[in-house]
């Protein structure tokens, strides 16, 4: 098929005009989302244009007002985007889409499912710590709601049209480091990435890596620095987090027998913390060392970067050394 290369907002934008092409019944809620902004990060730049206002509709800044028509027009038989800014704002939708949407399939018999998919995006630290956090795990504590996170374009158009076509509410979180920081090679068509399907990144014996989003690139640059010191780590990359790809996970862990989890999100009750449990209670016996996890400290988002609290390629390094025996 043939293939552009882009930015990981491109490829969002990309997997938006392909999907709204398809469906009629998919519809844009959001700040600024029409032209011609386009979205704070022109993720929906000109599809107000190509498809009209009454399809891709700015809303007053009211997250909670987003959200709640969003569950209604489900209920309608529409298939939402409620685009909330930042992750943080998530926050105030909290009610209509983890005690309404993601309740009303499994409440009903599957008569209305609520099909809402709510993108948001992870600032960094210098938006300050009421725009930068990493609230993932609360949703995925949630059952009855997906949630992705890509770290490439390719993924990110493919997830996002996964999430649209998908029966229950989804979460597709963005990360702003990665939608214009690099390029990659991003098919023109439609297509999915399937939802709980993580991808092997890099092959090794000694280590897996588990991680996602940001933390798929210092994964990778961990594993290179490692190499040199004869440490050769498989790098997973999760993708999406509900469902979770425990299998292939597992596959790797069970090879390796040692693992470390790498995530933004605080290390104290994160992703990793689940994650972490289920290794130990399935591969007890074949650990060679427990599981290592490396997160953010348990503090609020810092404004300053020289207190930044993120992981960093270091400290996956120092942790993975400190698994091996080194």
């Known amino acids: 098929m043939p293939e552009t290369t882009m930015t990981m907002a491109a490829a969002i934008n990309s997997g938006f005009h392909c999907a709204m092409e398809a469906d009629e019944k998919i519809v844009v809620l959001g700040e600024d989302v029409e032209e011609p902004i386009g ?11 190509r498809f009209g206002t009454h399809r891709v509709r700015s809303t007053p800044i009211a997250e909670g007002a987003i959200a709640g028509a969003a569950v209604g027009l489900a209920l309608g038989g529409y298939r939402p985007v409620a685009e909330i800014m930042f992750f943080d704002f998530v926050t ?71 999430c649209l076509t998908s029966p229950d509410p989804s979460l597709f979180i963005q ?26 990144l890099r092959s090794g014996d000694d280590v897996t890596i588990v991680t996602y ?3 798929v690139g210092l994964a990778l640059d961990a594993a290179s620095e490692l190499t040199g010191s004869g440490i ?46 289920r290794i130990h209670e399935e ?27 993120h992981p960093t390629v270091d400290r996956v390094v120092k942790k993975v050394q400190e698994l091996c025996g080194g």
């Open 39 to 49: 979205g704070v990060f022109k993720t929906s730049k000109g599809l107000s244009t």
């Open 92 to 162: 105030l939708t909290l009610d209509q889409v983890l005690n309404h949407a993601a309740k009303f399939r499994y409440m009903s018999g599957g008569a209305t499912p609520a099909p809402i998919t709510m993108t948001t995006t992870i600032g960094t630290s210098h938006f300050g710590a009421q725009h930068a956090q990493s609230l993932e795990a609360w949703f995925m504590h949630t059952p009855g709601i997906n949630v992705v996170m890509p770290s490439t374009a390719a993924d990110a158009k493919g997830l996002l049209q996964a």
């Open 175 to 200: 990360h702003s480091n990665l939608l214009y920081s690099r390029k990659g090679p991003v098919e023109e068509s439609s297509y999915t990435v399937p939802l709980g399907k993580a991808a092997t």
């Open 213 to 215: 989003g940001t933390g």
């Open 232 to 277: 050769e780590a498989d790098v997973i990359d999760l993708r999406s987090l509900v469902p979770l790809d425990f299998d292939t996970v597992l596959a790797s862990v069970e090879r390796t027998r040692r693992c470390v989890v790498v995530h933004e999100a605080t290390q104290f009750l994160g992703p990793g913390a689940e994650i972490s449990s």
């Open 283 to 309: 591969l007890f016996g074949e650990l060679l060392a427990p599981v290592g996890r490396v997160g953010a400290a348990f503090t609020p988002v810092p404004f300053s970067k020289a207190l930044s609290n």
